[in-house]
């Protein structure tokens, strides 16, 4: 397993080692042991899996507050997206600043989102999976957004007119977020 560091200090790209021959391929997608033996270490104890059927479908951007906030690690299991994380930690040296990710069945990178932070991914193909683990169970009471045209981010989506829930259309931007982690 390769750990790539990215301009936040706890979020990682992780690049599995994967073994293919003419049958296909074998990749252990997670092993807690291996993860703990790199610094990362915590207890992913819920499985998330999403279809998205159109391409240009944006999910997010997502957290949930204070005692049930997320660690999540994403991957994509069938067809590729552009995953974007948001630092939204108040006092944060790098808060409201984001990065963004290609992850995609082809090239197994997986992404560590750490508390604090804002996820959220556009399809770049049609009929897209994606599976996350996180380390915390999915709260409604706590459950948050920002707006994914926030014009303060000026995220570089690569769709300017997404395939949105109505829930994700109704996002504040991250100066009116709710984004209490303590």
Avoid at 19 to 25: E, N, S, V
Avoid at 36 to 53: E, K, R, T, Y
Avoid at 54 to 64: A, C, D, F, S, V
Avoid at 65 to 71: D, E, G, N, R
């Amino acid at each position: 397993m390769k750990i790539i560091n990215t301009k936040f200090a706890d979020a990682f790209v992780i690049e599995p080692k994967v073994f293919g021959d003419h049958r296909g391929f074998f990749t252990e997608s997670y092993n807690k042991e291996l993860f703990a033996q790199n610094g990362i270490d915590m207890d992913f104890i819920q499985d998330n899996h999403s279809l998205s059927q159109q391409p240009g479908t944006l999910r997010g951007m997502h957290y949930q507050l204070a005692h049930k906030a997320q660690t999540k690690l994403v991957r994509v299991t069938r067809g590729a997206i552009y995953d974007v994380i948001v630092d939204i930690r108040k006092g944060s040296p790098t808060y409201g600043e984001w990065q963004g990710f290609i992850l995609s069945a082809d090239n197994k990178r997986q992404l560590l989102v750490p508390k604090g932070f804002a996820h959220g991914f556009c399809t770049l193909v049609e009929n897209t999976e994606v599976q996350y683990k996180v380390d915390e169970l999915y709260s409604p009471d706590h459950d948050r957004g920002i707006a994914w045209d926030d014009p303060s981010l000026n995220i570089d989506w690569p769709v300017n007119e997404p395939v949105l829930s109505e829930k994700d259309m109704k996002h504040p931007i991250l100066a009116e977020a709710d984004n209490n982690f303590e």
